[in-house]
Structures are given as C-alpha cells and as structure tokens.
T-cell receptor, first 109, second 113 residues
C-alpha cells in the first residue's frame, strides 16, 4: 500500500513565527487532505487538496502530485494552532484513506 | 446539518463485555468508515462501507463487526472487548468514496479494563 511520511514529527514555535509542514507519499493519489487535531482530540478539516494551491486565512497548502508531496504553511502562528497536523491520502484502486503519523506542533506565547 | 455524530463520547468496559459504538450522518453520504487512533499514532482503518448493505474490512478489523442497514447509520460492534481495544474511535463519511473529502465525527474514547 501507499506510504505517507510527515516531517518534522515535532515542532515548537514562538507565537508569530511561520512554519512549513511536509507530507510525502509513495504513489499517485486521488485525494489529499490536511487535518488539524486539536488538544481536545477533534479532527478539523483544513484542506482538501489533491493538487494545486489553496489558502484559508493564515493557512495555505500546496500539493505537487507529480512529485508526490504536499506542504502546509502556517503563518503568524497562534497558540490555538497547537495540536497535531495529519495528512491523509487515497491512492487509486484502494478503498481506504491512509493517514500519515502526523506533526505535533506546539506554539508557545 | 449535524454532520457526523458519534455516541457515546466516553465508555469504560470490562474485558469480555460487548458494546456498540454508534455513528450517524445526515449528509446522504454513501461512504462511511471507522478508524481507531492509538497514542502517538495516526488513524488506522477498521471497517468501511461504500453504501447500504455493503461493508468490507480495513487494516485492523479483528475483534470488530459492522453493518450498514441504512445510508445514515454505521454502527461498530465489539463482541468481546479486550484491553488491546482501548483507543479513540472515529467515524467518517464522504460523498461517494475515499477519493472524496472525508468528514469526521468527534470520536469515542473507549477504555477496556
């Protein structure tokens, strides 16, 4: 099956700093999503982005499907950005979504 | 729309007990799935369904049963709970299949003693 790797595994930022999270995948994908799991455990949809670039406020994402990676940019980070960020993909022919192991982000005041 | 709802939010079981985790969606989605999340890990697929009456196994199906009698509901049954099933369980749905945007419920935190 498809392999999904995220980096870095852990990240500590000062409030106001910018960051880039990376998701690499081993095969072509039909979809790619970024999620934020907040400290209360809720999974929040950030982006559905099989290819191209999207922006939502301070967050943006880019997927380069031909090179098998996606990037999540967080600008002017806030303490509420803390949590774990997951990317998840579906690869052609497989009836499932595969999650990466996540990037744990801590934003300190 | 309520989206994807799950009950209960928390549950404690003794080894050998059975229970059903409920999942419902009101978006008329065809595809529904169950995941478990263990500490420090991503989500792993337990079972999924591509429509009413159709279910199949995911990566970690042992110890769990599912059924899909309606489009809206997709319950997960633990027939004889084991401590290894202590986890957080998430239900998800999407319009047609895994290629579409997935929407997750709030999760059920299960502890098996």
């Amino acid at each position: 099956g498809i392999q999904v790797e995220q980096s870095p595994p852990d990240l500590i930022l000062q409030e106001g700093a910018n960051s880039t999270l990376r998701c690499n995948f081993s095969d072509s994908v039909n979809n790619l999503q970024w999620f934020h799991q907040n400290p209360w455990g809720q999974l929040i949809n950030l982006f559905y982005i099989p290819s191209g670039t999207k922006q939502n406020g301070r967050l943006s994402a880019t997927t380069v499907a031909t090179e098998r990676y996606s990037l999540l940019y967080i600008s002017s980070s806030q303490t509420t950005d803390s949590g774990v960020y997951f990317c998840a993909v579906n690869s052609g022919g497989y009836q499932k979504v595969t999650f990466g192991t996540g990037t744990k982000l801590q934003v300190i005041p | 729309n309520a989206g994807v709802t799950q009950t209960p939010k928390f549950q404690v079981l003794k080894t050998g007990q059975s229970m059903t985790l409920q999942c419902a969606q009101d978006m008329n989605h065809e595809y529904m799935s169950w995941y478990r999340q263990d500490p420090g890990m991503g989500l792993r697929l337990i079972h999924y369904s591509v429509g009413a009456g159709i279910t199949d196994q995911g990566e970690v199906p042992n110890g769990y049963n599912v059924s899909r009698s309606t489009t809206e509901d997709f319950p997960l049954r633990l027939l004889s709970a084991a401590p290894s099933q202590t986890s957080v369980y998430f239900c998800a749905s999407s319009s047609r299949g895994p290629e579409d945007e997935q929407f997750f419920g709030p999760g059920t935190r299960l502890t098996v003693l």
